[in-house]
């Protein structure tokens, strides 16, 4: 079952790197069995960081490393396409349903 998560309450780094954890998780088609063993760390460990949590700064730099991203750029503000990309896979399906009804033609009154 996939969590709906709440992207306009995104504004820490912990949040920041979480959600950029789970793209990345998703991109690559990586478990989260796998990716907890690349970053030695438990699943219940990367699921708390996937979620938000605060991470150690060795951590964050681990996270760096398996996912090809500098600290800073695993803590910078998201960016509008990942933001998208993260509504359009877990949010609440609002995103799409405004796209299709932008998209659709409307019939005549």
């Given at each position: 079952?996939?969590?709906?998560m709440n992207f306009d309450a995104i504004v820490d780094e912990g949040s920041r790197a979480g959600v950029r954890l789970r793209l990345w998780r998703a991109r690559?088609?990586?478990?989260?069995?796998?990716?907890?063993?690349?970053?030695?760390?438990?699943?219940?460990?990367?699921?708390?960081?996937?979620?938000?949590?605060?991470?150690?700064?060795?951590?964050?730099?681990?996270?760096?490393?398996?996912?090809?991203?500098?600290?800073?750029?695993?803590?910078?503000?998201?960016?509008?396409?990942?933001?998208?990309?993260?509504?359009?896979?877990?949010?609440?399906?609002?995103?799409?349903?405004?796209?299709?009804?932008?998209?659709?033609?409307?019939?005549?009154?």
């Amino acid at each position: 079952m996939t969590r709906l998560m709440n992207f306009d309450a995104i504004v820490d780094e912990g949040s920041r790197a979480g959600v950029r954890l789970r793209l990345w998780r998703a991109r690559n088609e990586v478990s989260s069995v796998d990716l907890a063993a690349r970053l030695e760390i438990s699943r219940a460990a990367l699921f708390r960081y996937e979620k938000g949590g605060v991470a150690k700064v060795a951590t964050i730099r681990k996270i760096g490393d398996v996912v090809g991203l500098s600290f800073t750029d695993v803590v910078a503000p998201l960016t509008v396409q990942e933001r998208t990309e993260a509504k359009l896979r877990w949010g609440d399906g609002s995103l799409l349903k405004n796209a299709i009804a932008l998209l659709t033609p409307q019939a005549a009154a």
